[in-house]
């Protein structure tokens, strides 16, 4: 890599951004997360809308058909916070690194404009149809020079997928077909097929991305599998708030030991959690193996049908990779009964009397009538998508 420019890969999320600087391995194919680092809550940056309430996701995917997005007048305030909080870090990485020239990549949640350089959609936060052109400008104000600009905002997932595949302790290493779930403030989809980590885009025909699956109880799937959704769930069972959980810190992990103790809304939410989590598991299984087979509803009812067919018909999973702060969950409950045997007798009631899966897959994921549990793994990369969105930036630049 050449060394009169830093490498930063940011992971850009609901409630802070995180920036890495990035460096890559002697072997000049493998990369790993640099020594300076900086984070930034957005609620820190002075004009944050602490009561912000994004605007309906139906409406926001109505006027992208319309191609006609109108972020609101408090969305584009609180879009100053977050291109503020974004500026800060990178800031805070060139002061510690002496090097003003940088190249940045950028990742994202959210669907993003036609010029990949801004966020059209965003479930859990406000549209920035403008983020790359307005962090730019920010920047060149301190004085800062970009190697290139931002070729384009990645999506926080597929550089979870990235990340896996090419830090040193990724777990997409040594697999040919995986798939990976992050839950963090929301969740990550990213997929790897017949060696290769594949865009979600260009697999979207048959693959749906679990903030777009709806529960029977009409709840984005991302709510049983992102750290606020299972707040938010137990938050309505103790009739309290969300804001008032962050402020007595309790988190998952808190409600998982709630559960443990026998508190029945505790215990109701990681109900929830695990049935819905091996549902969702079970059609990913599923829709690899034989395409969509409608298990889900969609959040938005216009969304086209996936499709039955794709060119990845009967492939099997090598591996499933659990990660970000739902990864830590699971691998603090291994072995319990509150989320993990719930969670994996479920998925194998389900692989065991599915209908749509053959003997073959039956036995590749169930062994004895129990899930094959080999075949989870948990991700020690909580800085995934960083690393990837580093990676991306890099490989755009040297092409």
């Known amino acids: 890599m050449k060394d009169d420019f830093l490498l930063i890969g940011i992971d850009g999320g609901a409630t802070k951004v995180n920036a890495w600087s990035i460096a890559m391995e002697e072997d000049g194919q493998t990369f790993s997360l640099g020594e300076y680092k900086a984070a930034k809550s957005y609620r820190e940056i002075p004009g944050f809308i602490d009561n912000f309430q994004p605007v309906n996701i139906n409406i926001q995917l109505g006027e992208i058909e319309k191609d006609d997005s109108r972020p609101t007048d408090s969305e584009k305030l609180q879009g100053q916070t977050y291109i503020e909080a974004c500026a800060r870090v990178i800031e805070k990485i060139v002061e510690l690194s002496g090097k003003r020239r940088i190249l940045v990549g950028l990742g994202m949640p959210g669907i993003k404009t036609r010029d990949q350089r801004g966020i059209s959609a965003m479930a859990n936060g406000p549209r920035l149809i403008h983020y790359a052109d307005d962090l730019e400008t920010r920047l060149s104000e301190s004085g800062i020079e970009f190697v290139q600009p931002i070729s384009h905002i990645g999506s926080d997932a597929y550089y979870c997928g990235l990340g896996e595949e090419y830090a040193k302790e990724g777990q997409f290493k040594n697999v040919q077909n995986s798939y990976y779930l992050g839950g963090g403030t929301g969740a990550a989809d990213a997929l790897k097929l017949r060696g290769e980590v594949v865009p979600l885009d260009e697999v979207k025909g048959w693959f749906v991305k679990t903030w777009e699956m709806k529960s029977s109880e009409g709840l984005s799937?991302?709510?049983?599998?992102?750290?606020?959704?299972?707040?938010?769930?137990?938050?309505?069972?103790?009739?309290?708030?969300?804001?008032?959980?962050?402020?007595?810190?309790?988190?998952?992990?808190?409600?998982?030991?709630?559960?443990?103790?026998?508190?029945?809304?505790?215990?109701?939410?990681?109900?929830?959690?695990?049935?819905?989590?091996?549902?969702?598991?079970?059609?990913?299984?599923?829709?690899?193996?034989?395409?969509?087979?409608?298990?889900?509803?969609?959040?938005?009812?216009?969304?086209?049908?996936?499709?039955?067919?794709?060119?990845?018909?009967?492939?099997?999973?090598?591996?499933?990779?659990?990660?970000?702060?739902?990864?830590?969950?699971?691998?603090?409950?291994?072995?319990?009964?509150?989320?993990?045997?719930?969670?994996?007798?479920?998925?194998?009631?389900?692989?065991?009397?599915?209908?749509?899966?053959?003997?073959?897959?039956?036995?590749?994921?169930?062994?004895?009538?129990?899930?094959?549990?080999?075949?989870?793994?948990?991700?020690?990369?909580?800085?995934?998508?960083?690393?990837?969105?580093?990676?991306?930036?890099?490989?755009?630049?040297?092409?």
């Open 221 to 399: 799937a991302e709510k049983y599998v992102s750290s606020s959704g299972i707040q938010t769930i137990y938050a309505a069972l103790k009739n309290t708030t969300l804001a008032e959980l962050n402020e007595a810190e309790i988190y998952p992990p808190q409600i998982r030991e709630r559960a443990l103790k026998g508190e029945k809304e505790a215990v109701l939410t990681f109900e929830k959690v695990s049935r819905y989590l091996a549902k969702l598991l079970y059609e990913r299984i599923t829709s690899l193996y034989v395409g969509w087979q409608d298990l889900f509803a969609f959040v938005n009812p216009n969304r086209p049908k996936p499709s039955s067919e794709h060119n990845f018909m009967k492939v099997l999973y090598d591996s499933i990779i659990i990660g970000q702060r739902l990864g830590d969950l699971l691998r603090d409950s291994q072995g319990d009964r509150v989320l993990w045997m719930p969670l994996f007798e479920q998925l194998a009631t389900l692989i065991r009397g599915s209908e749509y899966l053959d003997d073959t897959a039956k036995m590749h994921y169930c062994t004895n009538g129990t899930f094959n549990i080999e075949l989870i793994k948990i991700s020690n990369l909580r800085e995934a998508p960083a690393i990837g969105a580093g990676i991306d930036a890099y490989l755009s630049w040297e092409k």
